[in-house]
């Protein structure tokens, strides 16, 4: 996807921002890869936070990491607006159409250039089946209005470690209309 939004001379980036970087697996690969020569990557869980630098302490020039939550990041928080932000495991716990607002309006304002975010599919529905074999069990519900959906993920469902993640998705034209009001020019 990265490759469709910047030509191969333009890589690589000189910053790039992993929002809800989680383990930093993803800042990992966008600097093996070559997509960015710098990472800042922010989560709002310190444990993840202190997991992100453990595993890249071999190449910790190459990566920031920051504690904090999503609505009140600022541009000072990253060294101005960046060209590139991704975010994988995100938009998905916008429980509504209100705070998946408030989580793109504070993206907005660090972004500058673009911003890949993906959120769960439920055209993947026939898939969820084939995920057992991870250790995942996925239950799909229909308490949410307006044609808009959540799904729970148990993970480890037969262990008794597991837990549960709920995940949210809404309508092709919910994320267009909240991406336009965050005054992102584009939705796709």
Known sequence: MISRI???????????????????SLA???????IAKFVIGVDASKDMIDLSIQKNK?????YEYLVKDVY???PDDVGGTVPLIISIYLL?????VDELF?????????CGKF???LVPNASLIDNAKKMKKY??????????????????????????????????????????????????????
Request: hydrophobic letters at 35%; aromatic letters at 12%; charged letters at 25%.
């Open 102 to 110: 408030l989580m793109l309006s504070a993206i907005r304002r660090v």
């Open 28 to 34: 990992r690969e966008m600097i093996n890869d070559g």
């Open 135 to 188: 250790g995942m069990d996925i239950c799909f519900h229909k308490d949410i209005k307006d044609n808009d959906d959540s799904l729970s993920i148990i993970f480890d469902f037969d262990e008794p470690s597991s837990f549960t993640v709920i995940n949210f998705w809404y309508s092709l034209e919910t994320y267009e209309n909240i991406f336009r009001k965050a005054a992102f020019r584009t939705c796709k």
């Open 115 to 117: 911003f890949i975010g």
């Open 72 to 74: 009140t990041l600022l």
């Open 92 to 96: 998905q716990y916008a429980t509504t």
């Open 6 to 24: 910047y030509s191969p001379s333009s890589l690589p980036l000189e910053k790039l921002l992993d929002v809800e970087c989680g383990n930093g």
């Open 58 to 62: 071999e190449n910790d020039q190459r």
